[in-house]
């Protein structure tokens, strides 16, 4: 089974849904024969390159609520052992974080990619780290095990650059405007940071129509929240 997930690296219900998953994942009988890969998907494709405070971008753009959401989130990421640290977050463009995430599955697979999917998630939420820098993002991925050399000299050029705007934009054409969005088999799509229960309901099902060969959809539990635009649902 393969299970492509699509997200951006500044979206914290991605890091949400991507521990309730796990959590679906480690008890699934066939987690073996489950591969799963990440794809790029931009909340702000536009984002400057020069990094600024988090708490500052939010406030300008959702007002004083911004705070309130922040700490939704935070106390729900508690929940999933992840530790937001919003004051030192940084915005920041996250496309070279996807290149780099591109350059991870292509060379070393689809686990080490997504440990440094982890670790990218954990430098942006938790460390502060910009993760639009070249040299702090060649640190995240030396730490997972990726080559120094061949890192540095990849951000440097514009290799991926190409393949990860044609994920982009087969993103769009999939019709996904929100993100996490879990798709099993390139058939059946999960919107949202969904419970692990529900997760693991449709791993059963996946398995299910796989074996039997059944073209039947899935049927799946309503989107669960998730970001879109820059947003994320609070």
Known sequence: MKVEIWSDIACPWCYIGKRRFEEA??????????????????????????????RAWLAERYGPQSVAMDARVAELGLAEGIAYDFDAALHANTFLGHRLLHLAESEYGPEVQGRLKEALLKAHFTDGVDVGDRAALVDVAVAVGLDRERVTAYLAGDEGTAEVHAQLAEGRELGISAVPTFVFEGKWAVQGGQDAGTFRKVLDQVAAEIGERRPAPVQVAPAGEACADGSCAV
């Not at 480690?26 to 988090?54: C, M, N």
């Open 25 to 54: 994942l480690a008890d699934f009988p066939g987690k073996e024969q489950v591969e799963v890969v990440y794809r790029p998907y931009q909340l702000v494709p536009d984002a400057p390159t020069t990094a600024s405070p988090h």
